[in-house]
T-cell receptor, first 117, second 112 residues
Framework: DAGVTQSPTHLIKTRGQQVTLRCSPK?????VSWYQQALGQGPQFIFQYYEEEERQRGNFPDRFSGHQFPNYSSELNVNALLLGDSALYLCASSLDAGSWFTNEKLFFGSGTQLSVL | ELKVEQNPLFLSMQEGKNYTIYCNYSTTSDRLYWYRQDPGKSLESLFVLLSNGAVKQEGRLMASLDTKARLSTLHITAAVHDLSATYFCAPYYGGATNKLIFGTGTLLAVQP
């Protein structure tokens, strides 16, 4: 049973470009959350998707957008990249937004390391 | 504003010694998670603490939660080099927030 998978593992972009990161949740999970982790910092919540809709959003600009597909996989898109967008982007999956916090641990993928030059 | 602070931020300790990492959070939460992160790696879930007074132990690590004090601790017993990593606490906030807020992290270096 595969856990949370993310692709690509590493990515190098230049300022102003656009990037798409992908996440496949753990089998049976229907909720996907995205976090940004800058070097030396704790992960910061970007947004969460459930039933193909954005449920919650953190303090991130509209340049950050996402999508969830019928198979529960998700994409994170970042437009007009800035140097400050360089970070490790983590995807986490769970069964549903209500129950996973009580019944199981949140499963994180291995992350995508984005470098903006 | 939701804030989570850990101390110390950096901990250098010798093998065999004991130490405690503290996690203070600004707003009441009755659920808290501890994660471990190795350099360049993702987050590994260590503990889920679901109620006031909860205590969980695995190996040389023991975590506890005091929701009234808004405090969680991660105690390390007889540290070994393999425990060297960054440790994060993350209280959960439900309702309209519905997310984990991660602490600043504690970088633990266990010296032989």
């Amino acid at each position: 049973d595969a856990g949370v998978t993310q692709s690509p593992t590493h990515l190098i972009k230049t300022r102003g470009q656009q990037v798409t990161l992908r996440c496949s949740p753990k089998s049976g999970h229907d909720t996907v959350s995205w976090y940004q982790q800058a070097l030396g910092q704790g992960p910061q919540f970007i947004f969460q998707y459930y039933e193909e809709e954005e449920r919650q959003r953190g303090n991130f600009p509209d340049r950050f957008s996402g999508h969830q597909f019928p198979n529960y996989s998700s994409e994170l898109n970042v437009n007009a990249l800035l140097l400050g967008d360089s970070a490790l982007y983590l995807c986490a999956s769970s069964l549903d937004a209500g129950s996973w916090f009580t019944n199981e641990k949140l499963f994180f993928g291995s992350g995508t390391q984005l470098s903006v030059l | 504003e939701l804030k989570v602070e850990q101390n110390p931020l950096f901990l250098s300790m010798q093998e065999g010694k004991n130490y405690t990492i503290y996690c203070n959070y600004s707003t009441t939460s009755d659920r808290l998670y501890w994660y471990r992160q190795d350099p360049g790696k993702s987050l590994e879930s260590l503990f889920v603490l679901l109620s006031n007074g909860a205590v969980k132990q695995e190996g040389r690590l023991m975590a506890s939660l005091d929701t009234k004090a808004r405090l969680s601790t991660l105690h390390i017993t007889a540290a070994v080099h393999d425990l060297s990593a960054t440790y994060f606490c993350a209280p959960y906030y439900g309702g309209a927030t519905n997310k984990l807020i991660f602490g600043t992290g504690t970088l633990l270096a266990v010296q032989p």
